[in-house]
């Protein structure tokens, strides 16, 4: 009978560990990128690089970067990220920062003898990344990733140091003279990094 049927068939249970059909999975997600880029602010810039490690669980996104520039002074940074992350293949991530700047030289020069002044200043900012992650093979869940990062960051204090030091005056050859020179320590960066890395799918762990 169709009635005896139904109330003897068995309805199959989904498998241990298995998502039911129609239940969204919970991504957890270890991304780690690095690149090479510009920066620049008031007192220091050139050439800088960029790394962050983040991991994400579904769209809230937390972790460490560290970034640094250089060129005749320089600047190294350190400090938490945290915030959104929206999309998939193609991802936007959107994250506050803080963290620690020291600087190196600032104020140094190639036509002077002046060594410049270093020191710490904590600061706050933010970073936004666009990028495209795909797959390298059908069978791995790992993925690639290459995006861009544009960062700001604001120093939440400002130093002036003083040095002094020896210039000796090649350029009319009067000798050498002790003088003393000040700088400041902190400024506003803005910064851009062309960066690649991975995406490790941990969504079964």
Not at 152 to 175: C, H, I, M, P, Q
Not at 187 to 197: C, E, I, M
Request: glycine fraction near 16%; charge should be neutral.
């Amino acid at each position: 009978m169709p009635l005896l049927a139904a109330l003897t068939t068995s309805v199959p249970k989904p498998a241990v560990g298995a998502t039911p059909p129609g239940v969204p999975v919970a991504v957890a997600e270890t991304s780690l990128v690095g690149g090479l880029g510009v920066a620049g602010g008031e007192t220091a810039g050139g050439v800088g690089f960029s790394l962050m490690a983040t991991h994400r669980f579904q769209w809230v996104e937390l972790g460490l970067d560290c970034h640094a520039t250089a060129l005749f002074s320089a600047m190294a940074g350190m400090g938490a990220v945290g915030g959104l992350h929206l999309g998939s293949d193609f991802s936007v991530r959107l994250l506050g920062s803080a963290g620690m700047h020291a600087y190196h030289r600032v104020g140094s020069s190639l036509l002077s003898n002046d060594p410049g002044v270093s020191g710490s200043v904590p600061y706050a900012g933010g970073r936004l990344v666009l990028g495209y992650s795909f797959a390298g093979r059908k069978s791995s869940r790992h993925r690639a990733f290459i995006g861009l990062i544009a960062a700001l960051d604001s120093d939440l204090e400002r130093e002036s140091k003083s040095v002094t030091y020896t210039a000796d005056d090649w350029l009319f050859g009067n000798g050498s003279s002790k003088t003393s020179s000040t700088h400041a320590i902190g400024q506003t960066t803005l910064a851009g990094f062309l960066v690649a890395g991975v995406d490790l799918d941990l969504t079964s762990y």
